[in-house]
């Protein structure tokens, strides 16, 4: 039996909302019920109390305590904070003042999962900050999650960044949730390991200086994630679209028999060129800088050790002085 828990938290009482965690949610969920291996699913997507939140959680895996579980699959994406000694999932109801009543601890997290004795434990961990740094201390945080999976006898932790890293999303999906759901719709073979998962994750970051995935491994690489064909592929790949979407302008948004057009990579990076400034602010604003070199008011020990020379180039609008 493979079961599975899935948890979203997109919108926060006291803190920054995640848009894109919704998505992210719905592009997990497809993709687990595309496999058809699933037999429990449990989608939460948290507009309620912790409390709440975590009684759902423990009512739906304490029904399968008795029972052969082959694997047990947790999702999860959202805010999340480590203290130093134990990383905490952000619920909707987050307080620093209550930390532990509005967050899911991960020490409890892994108490709840080891309870159902699996013979595989998954856990993916997309913890969004939107550029706000989480990570006190890169290498305690490092040795946390390493020392976490000791109980689990055979275990895939897949978490969205490392070290003092942030996890980034735009407004259609998380980079990390999106990039595992790419690895399944890309894989040209038939069986597809978690490791080929973790792989193809590892690649799409390679150039990414500001989140690299940390993978925790305890299991023999050969552990099969679910078998793969175009069936499978194209319906993931449509659900990737249907998010994609939503950065995309109306212009854009017609369909075809009342399913999501798929849209170009033209058609995403002029919606994307709305979300910056016009040639003529760019201008104006180099203008600005220009003056303030050109009357800035050196001091005398800084004048007498340089000499300054400012170079503009050419641009369709001179530099002038401004107001």
């Not at 793969?228 to 319906?235: G, H, M, S």
Request: aromatic share 12%.
């Amino acid at each position: 039996m493979k079961i599975a828990c899935l948890i979203s938290v997109a919108d926060y009482q006291n803190g920054n909302n995640l848009p894109a965690c919704k998505n992210d949610l719905s592009l997990i969920r497809t993709v687990l019920d595309a496999t058809g291996e699933y037999e429990h699913i449990l989608a939460i997507e948290v507009n309620q109390e912790s409390s709440k939140v975590k009684q759902q959680i423990i009512t739906f895996l304490k029904q399968f305590i008795d029972k052969i579980v082959d694997q047990v699959f947790f999702y999860y994406t959202g805010h999340g904070d480590f203290d130093g000694k134990e990383f905490y999932y952000l619920l909707r109801d987050y307080d620093r003042n209550r930390q532990k009543q509005t967050t899911i601890e991960n020490a409890e997290l892994d108490n709840w999962l080891r309870m159902l004795k699996p013979k595989l434990t998954v856990k993916i961990v997309d913890a969004c900050h939107a550029g706000i740094q989480y990570i006190k201390d890169p290498d305690v945080f490092e040795q946390f999650l390493c020392s976490s999976p000791k109980e689990f006898s055979n275990c895939y932790f897949l978490f969205s960044s490392q070290k003092e890293q942030s996890s980034y999303q735009d407004k259609a999906l998380s980079e990390f949730t999106k990039a595992i759901a790419e690895a399944i719709a890309s894989f040209s073979g038939t069986e597809m390991r978690f490791k080929d998962m973790i792989d193809y994750v590892s690649d799409a970051f390679v150039t990414n200086a500001n989140q690299t995935p940390f993978f925790i491994i305890q299991a023999s690489n050969t552990e099969i994630f679910t078998t793969i064909d175009d069936r499978l592929r194209d319906r993931i790949r449509d659900e990737i679209d249907k998010h994609l979407s939503i950065i995309v302008r109306a212009t854009t948004t017609t369909t075809i028999q009342g399913l999501p057009q798929r849209f170009t990579l033209v058609d995403l990076v002029k919606s994307d060129a709305q979300n910056y400034c016009t040639k003529d602010v760019m201008i104006e604003c180099l203008n600005k800088i220009r003056e303030f070199w050109d009357n800035h008011i050196y001091t005398e020990e800084i004048v007498n050790l340089y000499d300054f020379n400012v170079l503009s180039p050419k641009f369709d609008t001179p530099f002038s002085n401004y107001p």
